[in-house]
């Protein structure tokens, strides 16, 4: 059985599936280590040692060993890291 976070990507992948897209935001997008790496131009250890402290967002457990950031956390730090640089 597929598990509910993969159900609701599109082929593997942390993009939301046409059906979840919704306006009531019951979808939220996620982003792997992985992908904040290549976000950041940072290698995946460095994502975890800025989470690890507290200079990132947290990420959240999805299931077992399925970690991942809300991209709408990650878009909010950001703009607070923008902000602070201005």
Request: proline residues 6%; glycine residues 6%.
């Amino acid at each position: 059985m597929t598990s509910p976070t993969r159900a609701a990507t599109t082929g593997g992948h942390d993009t939301p599936a046409p059906e979840k897209q919704c306006a009531s935001n019951a979808w939220r997008a996620w982003l792997s280590v992985k992908q904040l790496a290549t976000r950041y131009g940072a290698h995946e250890a460095t994502i975890w040692r800025w989470t690890r402290e507290g200079r990132f967002v947290q990420p959240v457990k999805l299931a077992g060993n399925l970690t991942r950031w809300p991209l709408s956390e990650v878009e909010s730090w950001e703009q607070a890291q923008r902000e602070a640089s201005s």
